[in-house]
């Protein structure tokens, strides 16, 4: 069974060939960063225009990479939610014209959901589980009970995590986008250099917050430059880490606690971060086990969605060729 998967939320035109849900014949993925990096952030203007140039090129070298043809196709499935309208739109209008052209079905697919089922590509990886989806912009701690069955545990009550290093970045001078670059230069810095705050939530509650921390590196910023202070952009960068990898290492190993479960599972772009996957790992083994799709696979992607669309077509849902594409699209 040959899904088509389509994914033009942000700033990746992507398109994937992944038979039976999960195994991959190709997964292409056109970054539009150097567009967009010099104005320190996605336009979305430019996004939507990037992606109407390389849709077809991109979706024909997925079939080809694969070694199949449109007739081969027996789902298109395709990311209508959350993301920028008019990059959504471009995804949503090229997968309803293939799968009118070749009479297939077609299902629409929220993003976050196919974050989570990256988990699902190319293993036998099964739920229940506690996700940590943490991306450009959601930040949840959900109980996956079953295929398409979530209970939210927690959220961010302000900033995303990736938001947040984006954000974080931009201040160090690092450039866009700014995980990956603080990842990277934090290996170098000392991250017991400077006490940055970390957020605890009253009540109990499985909660993130990230703007007291983003102010928190912001004033020591100025006031280093204030003072004419030198500051050690590794160290910043190593401090801030740490600080949003505890914040989210905490709460999620509680949330396994109270739903005891014995699986933990990454999702979304910050789930490539070494820190964040090496701290859960130390604070996993014995009984607790911790899983994250491979690098490439946390950050947009379209085999995600292909996994995704797939299982909920198995569960009897499909779209029609009214299919919209919604910015604010909900999934929790
Ligand atoms: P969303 O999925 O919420 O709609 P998005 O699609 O823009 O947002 P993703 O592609 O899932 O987000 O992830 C991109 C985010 O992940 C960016 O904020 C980026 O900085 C962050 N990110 C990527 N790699 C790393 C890393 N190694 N460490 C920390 N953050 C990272
Ligand atoms: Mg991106
Ligand atoms: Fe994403």
Not at 64 to 90: Q, S, Y
Not at 212 to 225: H, I
Not at 232 to 241: G, L
């Amino acid at each position: 069974f040959i899904t088509l998967g389509i994914e033009t939320s942000c700033d990746e035109t992507s398109a994937a060939v992944v038979t039976d849900g999960r195994n991959i014949l190709s997964n292409i993925i056109l970054s539009q960063t150097e567009w967009h990096e010099r104005f320190g952030g996605v336009v979305p203007e430019i996004a939507s225009r990037k992606h109407l140039e390389s849709i077809c090129a991109v979706v024909e070298k997925a079939l080809l990479e694969a070694g199949v043809g449109f007739k081969d196709v027996d789902l298109v499935a395709v990311t209508n939610g959350p993301g920028l309208i008019g990059a959504l739109l471009v995804g949503v209008s090229y997968a309803k014209a293939v799968a009118y052209a070749i009479k297939k079905p077609l299902i629409g697919v929220n993003h976050i959901e196919g974050h989570i089922y990256a988990n699902f590509l190319e293993n036998d990886f099964e739920p229940p589980f506690v996700c940590l989806v943490v991306s450009g912009g959601h930040t949840h701690l959900i109980h996956m009970r079953d295929h398409g069955l979530y209970e939210v545990l927690g959220r961010t009550l302000d900033d995303a995590a990736g938001e947040a290093f984006d954000k974080i970045a931009r201040a160090l001078g690092l450039g866009y986008p700014g995980g990956p670059l603080i990842d990277k230069i934090a290996k170098s810095g000392d991250e017991n250099a400077i006490a940055f705050p970390v957020a605890h939530i009253k009540d109990g509650a499985l909660d993130f917050s990230f703007s007291g921390l983003k102010s928190a590196v912001l004033n020591f910023l100025n006031n280093s430059r204030q003072r004419g202070v030198q500051v050690k952009v590794e160290d910043v960068a190593a401090s801030f880490q740490k600080a949003v990898v505890t914040a989210l290492v905490e709460n999620t190993l509680e949330a396994a606690k109270r739903v005891n479960s014995k699986v933990i599972a990454l999702a979304g772009g910050v789930a490539a971060n070494s820190r964040l996957r090496g701290e859960l790992l130390n604070r996993t083994g014995g009984d607790l086990e911790v899983r994250f799709p491979p690098v490439k696979l946390c950050t947009d992607n379209a085999a995600m969605i292909a996994c995704a669309g797939y299982y909920r077509y198995k569960q009897g849902f499909s779209s029609d060729l009214f299919l919209d594409a919604y910015a604010n699209l909900r999934l929790f």
